[in-house]
């Protein structure tokens, strides 16, 4: 099972947005409404920003939206925060009870 | 509240075995399946495979069979993970993180296993 592609890096400054994609194939991303994505600051364990494509778990800013099309998937981020400067990987089920996670994106808030 | 807390970190030789805990609490262990990341230094996630906390059936990712099994104890709420013939390419951090629906919603704090002579 191939990693998804990400980009490895996006910014953008304080209160504009950024979109990070994530393209897999029709075994996984294309297949399946189950995407979802991660927020990682350094040192620290990673953290579930949205799950199934686009639904966002209690406490997780609406600044953070979700969507696809075909087989590829896009964490948008809205209103830029310094404490958004993280990596985020996305996620996707593949089949078979089988996971595949993306090559991480690297966001810096300039 | 809802948690995973790991053992602590591990410095290993090549070829030895490590065994990474996984304790849960806060919530009904056998609801959500168990899920073990890999991330080695400086690099990204990879899923290493996950148990049925129900019927402790282990499902390995390609690239994770032969060296790596997956276990539980239900009675304490803990998942393990152990890593024989331990090779320098095994040092990563290790994290377990609890899957419910298509989601790793809660994960624990990672253990970080050296493998250095």
């Known amino acids: 099972q191939s990693a998804l592609t990400q980009p490895p890096s996006a910014s953008g400054s304080p209160g504009q947005s950024v979109t990070i994609s994530c393209t897999g194939t029709?075994?996984?991303?294309?297949?399946?409404?189950?995407v979802s994505w991660y927020q990682q600051h350094p040192g620290k364990a990673p953290k579930l920003m949205i799950y199934?494509?686009?639904k966002r778990p209690s406490g997780v800013p609406d600044r953070f939206s979700g969507s696809k099309s075909g087989n590829t998937a896009s964490l948008t981020v809205s209103g830029l925060q310094a404490e958004d400067e993280a990596d985020y990987y996305c996620?996707?089920?593949?089949?078979?009870?089988?996971?595949?996670f993306g090559t991480g994106t690297k966001v810096t808030v300039l | 509240q809802v948690q995973l807390v790991q053992s602590g970190s591990e410095l290993k030789k090549p070829g030895a075995s490590v065994k990474v805990s996984c304790k849960a609490s806060?919530?009904?262990?056998?609801?959500?399946?168990m899920n073990w990341v890999r991330q080695a230094p400086g690099q990204g996630l990879e899923w290493m495979g996950w148990?049925?906390?129900?019927?402790?059936?282990?499902t390995y990712a390609q690239g994770f069979t032969g060296r790596f099994v997956f276990s539980l104890d239900t009675s304490v709420s803990t998942a393990y993970l152990q890593i024989s013939s331990l090779k320098a390419e095994d040092t990563a951090v290790y994290y377990c993180?609890?899957?419910?629906?298509?989601?790793?919603?809660?994960w624990g704090q990672g253990t970080m296993v050296t493998v250095s002579s």
């Open positions: 993180a609890r899957r419910t629906g298509y989601g790793f919603d809660i």
């Open positions: 806060g919530y009904t262990f056998t609801c959500c399946a």
């Open positions: 148990i049925n906390t129900n019927t402790g059936n282990p």
């Open positions: 029709s075994g996984d991303v294309g297949g399946y409404n189950y």
């Open positions: 199934e494509v686009s």
């Open positions: 996620s996707s089920y593949a089949g078979s009870n089988n996971y595949v």
